[in-house]
């Protein structure tokens, strides 16, 4: 298993997703319990969670262009971590940050996120 090019896949699928405004094909890559930890706003639990939080997050930014960047990774039997920066380029206002994900392989053997932490560098 080449996990560099599992994570580098994973993040260009949800670019894509965040980019064309699919709050729900976003979620496509978190499990159901998903612990999301988003800057300035009390963390979540749960896909529902997710959801009001990525479709407010998506309107914010519609018109730009998310990318990430993978900085670090790891692999330890069914968990990985992933540490990255993103940015929203050519949005209102723009944003730029850094993230850790925790990933849990599932049973078919894709990989999730469980927990995800990001904040801005901006002020």
Same mark, same amino acid.
């Given at each position: ?6 994570? @580098? ?6 670019? /894509? ?11 496509? *890559?978190?499990? @159901? ?7 300035? /706003? ?7 969670? *997710? ?8 309107? @914010? ?27 929203? @380029?050519?949005?209102?206002?723009? /944003? ?28």
């Amino acid at each position: 298993m080449d996990m560099k090019k599992t994570l @580098e896949d994973f993040d260009a699928a949800y670019n /894509e997703a965040f980019n064309r405004g699919d709050a729900e094909g976003c979620a496509a *890559f978190f499990t @159901e319990d998903i612990m999301l930890l988003p800057p300035g /706003e009390p963390m979540t639990c749960g896909k529902a969670a *997710f959801l009001d939080t990525y479709r407010s997050r998506i309107t @914010e930014n519609t018109g730009g262009t998310h990318k990430n960047e993978l900085v670090d990774f790891g692999v330890e039997g069914d968990m990985a971590y992933q540490v990255g920066t993103y940015a929203i @380029e050519n949005s209102d206002p723009p /944003e730029q940050g850094k993230f850790v994900n925790v990933l849990q392989r599932q049973p078919d053997g894709t990989w999730k996120v469980k927990i995800s932490i990001f904040n801005s560098d901006l002020p």
